[in-house]
């Protein structure tokens, strides 16, 4: 049995609520229009609290996505955020791994993306260590 190959990230730190100061673990990713023309780096969080992957709305305007073309929906959780369904190319960089996945793109997104169970998880192997404030992430 190969042992995975880990690679370790720091949580990154973002304004939260109440002024305060959050540790998130983001990482690097590039969303690309499924011809493959166009292309956006973002930083996304991984979210074991998030079924699906969800992107900000601007995300989709940006690789020139008509909104019109996907499935209207509203996304349900803490509260609801209003925009489409459509399906994109994710390609995480650091391991040179691509996938085509469904994605919510959603107005009033606080942040690019959240990468969630559904899509992102079974890609990977993923350990929180949360009280040293890194992450791990290896190939599954």
């Known amino acids: 049995m190969t042992r995975p190959k880990w690679k370790a990230y720091d949580y ?5 609520p109440g002024m305060s100061w959050v540790h998130r673990p983001m990482i690097n990713i590039e969303v ?4 493959g023309r166009d292309m956006v780096p973002i ?9 699906g992957t969800v992107f900000h709305a601007n995300i989709a305007e940006s690789l020139g996505i008509d909104e ?4 209207k929906g509203i996304l349900g959780g803490i509260g609801s955020l209003d925009g489409f369904y459509t399906e994109v190319k994710i390609v995480v960089p650091d391991f ?3 996938y085509k996945a469904p994605v ?6 606080p942040m ?4 969630g ?9 993923i350990r929180f260590e949360k009280a040293e404030n890194k992450f791990y992430l290896a190939v599954s």
Request: no cysteine; aromatic share 14%; glycine share 12%.
């Open 117 to 125: 169970q559904a899509t992102f998880f079974p890609q990977f192997k």
């Open 43 to 51: 930083l996304a969080m991984i979210d074991s609290g998030t079924d």
């Open 12 to 16: 990154k730190i973002q304004a939260g």
């Open 112 to 115: 690019d993306g959240l990468l």
């Open 32 to 35: 690309w229009t499924l011809d």
């Open 96 to 98: 040179n791994i691509s």
């Open 104 to 109: 919510f793109f959603g107005k009033n997104l």
């Open 68 to 71: 019109s073309m996907g499935r």
